[in-house]
């Protein structure tokens, strides 16, 4: 092995390193949240819908002190509670419970009739029409994201529909991207990996870490920075699942 080969070597050893896969356009907050936990960004590389992002940090060793100081301190506080329980264990608690009082009862105001104008009623816009979920084509997750990651996106067209089952994760990471539209993250690859997906902000609300889906999903166009490009995921139908 050359030194250079050697010295590589030492240096990796010297780090973890990890890698995701992330939306373009939510690079920034997946970056802050890698450096939060001590990360270091040592390569990105951009694609047309992805970017992937290299992180490193120095390994740590194991350290036995402060394992010795908190059991320490833990067998100062049992010693303490200990004889605090000793003390305090036989005396009766002779406080009376405080006497009910009656509620006072709370009389609405009689509504009056309002002297405003009636304001214009507004016409709601034209929905577009529901899509025909018995035609989406039932797929896993991993499956969808390597066919978005593979050339042509696996023969993916706009308007196709997917049906899929996963769990919801990195619910910190969930925003209103560049796209102006809200995302939701599925696990992908065991967590290694996540499948980004348009969702109505409002229903999300309701979702945590762990919240095990089954979607629609409709491949649709976005633009980014004036840059219109296909391959996107849009939740057109989602049930909780228990």
Do not use: H
Not at 204 to 232: C, F, H, P, Q
């Amino acid at each position: 092995m050359t030194d250079s080969g050697v010295r590589a070597e030492a240096e990796t050893a010297k780090y973890d390193t990890g890698s995701v896969q992330t939306v373009r356009g939510t690079e920034k907050p997946m970056i802050a949240k890698w450096e939060k936990d001590g990360w270091e960004l040592v390569t990105q590389s951009v694609g047309k819908l992805r970017s992937e992002l290299v992180f490193r940090r120095p390994k740590q060793p194991f350290q036995w002190k402060p394992l010795a100081i908190i059991g320490g301190v833990l067998a100062v506080l049992f010693t303490i509670i200990g004889i605090m329980a000793s003390i305090t264990g036989g005396e009766d608690d002779d406080t009376p419970a405080p006497a009910d009082t009656p509620s006072a009862r709370v009389i609405a105001p009689r509504d009056e009739p309002s002297t405003e104008p009636d304001e214009p009623v507004e016409t709601a816009p034209a929905k577009e029409p529901a899509p025909d979920l018995s035609a989406a084509v039932p797929i896993t997750v991993d499956e969808l994201l390597d066919k978005l990651n593979s050339a042509g996106m696996g023969g993916i067209k706009t308007g196709d529909l997917f049906k899929v089952t996963g769990e919801l994760f990195m619910s910190d990471l969930w925003m209103t991207g560049a796209t102006g539209d809200y995302l939701v993250m599925l696990k992908a690859q065991g967590g290694a990996q996540d499948l980004t997906v348009f969702a109505e902000e409002s229903e999300a609300a309701s979702w945590t870490n762990g919240t095990k889906v089954e979607m629609v999903l409709r491949s649709e166009e976005a633009t980014i920075d004036g840059e219109t490009s296909g391959g996107w995921l849009r939740a057109v139908s989602t049930t909780v699942l228990p």
